[in-house]
């Protein structure tokens, strides 16, 4: 016979308990009538009962998995960040001529979504001239490996937004890599090719920082801290506290 799972053995458990009770009270107390009284009185309750459970409880279970899906994902985003993303972002800013993007503790939730409006209204520009090619694929391709771990995770299967930066940084790391040693002396047509990837990435860097960077200011101030002590956009950034 097969053996019945544990869900099957608490129900019978739950139904005997049940039965025991309503026959230990008819045997002390009698009156019959009275039994059945508070037998269907509870079986009235019962679709209430459910309703709760299934509306309430679950809702309280729900929230609870979000809040850990989000911790993990904000984990495997930093990972990022501190793996490949600041160092992309301080070297496009260096690139860039409208670059100041210098947030600050007392950055309050309205203006890190003001902002993050405005970028997305705004094209980033980056002047490819200023970016050392060589040394960027060199950075990428040693991070090749590390970026496909990050695509199969199944963790940021739900990020859209992110899913995308990771798109576009493994392509902008093949678009490079497979050039070759002619990446110094290309036509004008492709660095402008290049330069529309290396403005994806950028334009997608920035918002996925802002996002992250209010998410430390919430939730790990100590994190946060180091991170605008270290801010990519700012030349004259030290993680030394003066």
Same mark, same amino acid.
């Given at each position: 016979m #097969?053996?019945l799972?544990w869900?099957? $053995? %608490? @129900? ?7 039965l ?5 009270? !008819?045997?002390?107390? @009698?009156d =019959?009538? +009275?039994?059945f !009284?508070?037998i269907? /009185?509870?079986l009235?309750?019962?679709?209430? /009962?459910?309703?709760?459970?299934t509306?309430?409880? /679950?809702?309280l279970f ?6 850990e #899906? ?7 985003i930093?990972t990022?960040?501190?793996?490949? @993303? ?7 800013? *260096? ?8 947030v600050t503790?007392n ?9 993050? &409006?405005n970028?997305? +209204?705004?094209e980033?520009?980056?002047?490819i001239? &200023? ?6 694929r060199?950075?990428? +391709? ?11 995770n =199944?963790v %940021?299967?739900?990020?859209?937004s992110?899913?995308?930066? %990771?798109?576009a940084t493994?392509h902008?790391?093949?678009e490079?890599d497979m ?8 036509? =004008?047509?492709?660095?402008d090719?290049l330069?529309?990837?290396?403005k $994806?990435?950028?334009?997608l860097?920035?918002?996925?920082w802002? *996002?992250?960077m &209010?998410?430390l200011? /919430?939730n790990?101030? !100590?994190l ?7 801010? =990519?956009? *700012?030349e ?7």
């Amino acid at each position: 016979m #097969k053996r019945l799972s544990w869900e099957a $053995r %608490l @129900g019978i458990g739950l139904v005997c308990t049940s039965l025991f009770i309503y026959s230990a009270k !008819y045997l002390i107390f @009698g009156d =019959p009538q +009275n039994t059945f !009284y508070f037998i269907f /009185n509870a079986l009235g309750f019962l679709p209430i /009962n459910v309703l709760l459970v299934t509306l309430v409880i /679950n809702q309280l279970f729900t929230v609870r998995a979000k809040r850990e #899906k989000l911790e993990k994902l904000n984990m495997v985003i930093g990972t990022f960040f501190s793996e490949v @993303g600041t160092w992309l972002l301080a070297t496009f800013s *260096d690139s860039d001529p409208k670059s100041g993007l210098l947030v600050t503790n007392n950055w309050s939730d309205d203006q890190f979504e003001s902002f993050q &409006k405005n970028i997305k +209204n705004h094209e980033c520009s980056v002047d490819i001239q &200023k970016v050392n090619l060589d040394e960027l694929r060199t950075f990428l +391709n040693d991070r090749r490996n590390f970026l496909l771990r990050l695509l199969e995770n =199944p963790v %940021l299967l739900e990020h859209e937004s992110f899913t995308e930066l %990771l798109r576009a940084t493994f392509h902008l790391t093949e678009e490079l890599d497979m050039r070759g040693e002619a990446l110094g002396s290309l036509p =004008p047509t492709d660095y402008d090719h290049l330069s529309g990837d290396i403005k $994806r990435v950028y334009s997608l860097l920035v918002l996925a920082w802002l *996002d992250y960077m &209010k998410y430390l200011k /919430n939730n790990y101030p !100590y994190l946060f801290s180091l991170a605008m002590r270290t801010n =990519p956009f *700012d030349e004259n950034a030290s993680p030394i506290v003066i």
